[in-house]
């Protein structure tokens, strides 16, 4: 038995669930004479929904698909290997179930090591070896076709990348050592590093070929054909690909060194992944494979037994799993049909969800004001943000004026929302002003029609009130920016019934959001989180620790940005109000800064300003704080900030303000951007120790977010 095949039966004997990819070998006569061709298809036997990936047994069958082509390749029965994927999946990578079940630094190294021992047989095989990237293609995905002397890619392709960095790994299967020394280390980097942490951004498939990964393009419609004509013009020596000289002087450190001042600005030393992946992109540089590929065995094996990486695939799975199956969500046989949509009031929220609206749902919706001059700007926003997607080409004229055309805005409501299945209100976050919109609304909706409101910190109950059917009242909250952040909470209220929420929740998913469902609590789950947190901050302030110790104390968590830019996003009047309406409820845990009040007061936008192109604290901000002598250190602040919020998600979850702590994270992912390699906040909190010392235990269990005991 081959090293390769003990490595992947024993990794495979781990991972008795792996869905298993088939590596079919078919041959085929190449067009104008040049030869049989071999070419392997990579096929988990599902359809795209389900794409190709490779655990243990997946590589095995790979391997013996390349025993046979090695085989024939060495007796001249072939002239060439190809490598391609199922309809519109090439392959997407390492199945990380398998992943998460490893509990052995031993283990997590035959990972490694046996997809390198298969990859690397491609570059080996005795004819020129050929990928076909023709549909989404991910990490080992892309690596597998790295291996390949050329390769091709459809213009179809919408993903393509390498996002190990993302969830707490480094591209081990040959990415960080073979795409610099293919492209270049300043591309290389900007793929690996730059792009996984930029929310993982992927590449279409114009963008692999302008890179270099790809030495050619062709369309989706005919791509395989287009493909085999052009390898076979590549085998008789009528094509031959010229690729530039890679320059290993000081370009390659610069790429380097540029990699690594995006991770720090992204996730400030926190999370190894980035680092480590830098270091073996830095050591490709003198050209040696195999010394790379050792590396990448042993970063990926010490990453697979540390906390970031679990908690990265935790927080992958609550997005892809459990964001589309919301826990508590009641039947979704109870929901109504949603034909038309109405939006009280027409300013920049409101706006933004007429538009999601209109673009998701497609169906006429209708925006209320107070005078013309509102309702007409609102009408306004829509049309042009319609007429930006035709400009950039995402819809087309036809499209574009369908659209336009099923927006509009009244003055009256009777008009406009007598025959509406569904009203949101986005009206100023005041209870007796609301109070007053749902009155005049339920006068005038027809009796089936749900009332939804987009508050961020109000009572859902105390806002129905004083309707005849508070049932069919439903907290709908969105994030700003609308189009942006993925989350919806959506809340319901001490009446609300299930028809009227299930009805929510199928429009949360026509709106492509993920919805999470949140108890009537003030703040529901995000801004509560997060005015704790800030709340924290200021208080540090206010005592005396001077703004930037404190900024700079949560660096380490490498959140999106620091707590005093993102009160600026937020709007500090916003915060300031939020934050009353939590020390009404809660006096003993959330209070209200009299510094924050007076920079509100001042009609300051902000703490900051930019003037160098960095933030600086404005110096009439200066004037303003009042702070006491109390200075306390970046570690002290840091303990403080965390053992406050570790404290307000337990409370928060003995409330039942949700069901699990799962779902916790999965707020503050999709709604406030906090990084996967934090899973959200719990499975740092317990990796910390700081659930243990604020709450006497965990927030999840042992395997959860962590390697199994």
Known sequence: MSTTTELLKGASDLFPDEVVTQAHVRHLDLPFGAGRFALITLDNGLDHTKPTTFGPASLANLNTAIDQVEKEASAGEIVGVGVTGKPFIFAVGADLKGVELLKEHKDALAIGKGGHEVFKRLAGIAVPTFAYYNGAAMG???????????????SAIAAFSLPEVFLGLVPGWGGCTLLPNLIGAAKAVSVIIENSLNQNKQLKGQQVYELGIADAIFEGADFL???????????KGEIVIDRPVIDRGEVWDLAVAKGRSIADSKVHGAAPAAYRALDIIAAAKNGDLQQGYDAEDQALADLIMGGELRAGIYAFNLVQKRGKRPAGAPDKNLARPVTKVGVVGAGLMASQLALLFLRRLE???????IDQE???KGVGYVHAEIDKLLGKGRINQ????????LVTGVLDKAEGFADADFIIEAVFEEIGVKQQVFAEVEAVAPAHAILATNTSSLSVSEMASKLKNPERVVGFHFFNPVAVLPLLEIVRGEQTDDASLATAFAVAKKLKKTAVLVKDAPAFVVNRILTRFMGEIQNVIDEGTPVEVAEKAVEPLGLPMS???LLELVGPAIGLHVSETLNRAFPDRFTVSENLAAVVKAGKRGFYVYDSGKPELDPEVAALLKQGDTVLTEEQVRERVLDAVAQEIGLMLDEGVVAEAQDIDLCLITGAGWPFHLGGITPYLDREGVSERVNGKKFLAPGVASVPA
């Open 225 to 235: 054909e287009q493909s085999l004509l052009w390898t076979a013009a590549v085998l």
């Open 363 to 369: 169906v006429p919706v209708v925006l209320t004001d």
């Open 563 to 565: 707590p005093l830019v």
């Open 374 to 376: 509102r309702v007409d």
């Open 398 to 405: 036809d499209k574009a004026n369908r659209l336009k055309a």
């Open 140 to 154: 080992g995905g892309v690596e597998v076709g790295l291996h390949c002397q050329y390769r091709t890619v459809s």
